[in-house]
């Protein structure tokens, strides 16, 4: 039972690189959403796709590309890395019938940190 | 659009002790409420929901939360905590039907530390 998997789990960058932050799901879930989860800040919305060909901007979309070529993956890219990036990214995935009931099964996460 | 406001970032407690997480809620639309537990360096799980029905809602592991319209909270309650309880908390939102699309508006989270 793999779910949702992210990978790397730890990454560092330096300032002004760029990488792209994998998740898969093999729960054929039609929705996928990236947060980041900062102290005190909770997790805030980056980017999500309610199918493959779909994306659009969560709540803190600056600095942060997507896509959505097939269900299964919904890589994040950092365009150019920033200290403020320096946070844990979830991938989290839905199926079509549970935004209904909000259940979202989240990866491990992936902690990022931008000198 | 919704907001979450968690009202305690930390609460301590001693084991056996019972222990209350608050949380407040905003929203123009009826929303779905939720609490995700996070254990150290892992991913969120649910923990429990209200969708519809009864305001009272339970967790496998004796958590329990009130859905109360009136206040717009969805306080997180547990009689009698174990040490295995410590973790973060998160309460989350999420529009009602078909405006829903995936999407999860959550708090900044309760740390809950259980002493012995």
């Known amino acids: 039972n793999a779910g949702v998997t992210q990978t790397p789990k730890f990454q560092v960058l330096k300032t002004g690189q760029s990488m792209t932050l994998q998740c898969a799901q093999d729960m054929n879930h039609e929705y996928m959403s990236w947060y980041r989860q900062d102290p005190g800040m909770g997790l805030r919305l980056i980017h999500y796709s309610v199918g493959a060909g779909i994306t659009d901007q969560g709540e803190v979309p600056n600095g942060y590309n997507v896509s959505r070529s097939t269900t299964e993956d919904f890589p994040l890219r950092l365009l150019s890395a920033a200290p403020s990036q320096t946070s844990v990214y979830f991938c989290a995935s839905s199926s079509i019938t549970s935004p209904n009931t909000g259940e979202l099964f989240f990866g491990e996460g992936s902690r990022l940190t931008v000198l | 659009a919704q907001s979450v406001t968690q009202l305690d970032s930390q609460v301590p407690v001693f084991e056996e002790a019972p222990v209350e997480l608050r949380c407040n809620y905003s929203?123009?639309?009826?929303?779905?409420l939720f609490w995700y537990v996070q254990y150290p360096n892992q991913g969120l799980q649910l923990l429990l929901k209200?969708?519809?029905?009864?305001?009272l809602v339970e967790s496998i592991n004796g958590f329990e939360a009130e859905f109360n319209k009136s206040q717009t909270s969805f306080h997180l309650r547990k009689p009698s905590v174990h040490i295995s309880d410590t973790a973060e908390y998160f309460c989350?939102?999420?529009?009602?039907?078909?405006?829903?699309?995936?999407?999860?508006?959550f708090g900044q989270g309760t740390t809950l530390q259980v002493k012995p």
């Open positions: 929203s123009s639309v009826s929303v779905y």
């Open positions: 209200y969708l519809s029905g009864s305001t």
């Open positions: 989350a939102v999420s529009p009602y039907g078909s405006s829903n699309t995936g999407k999860l508006i």
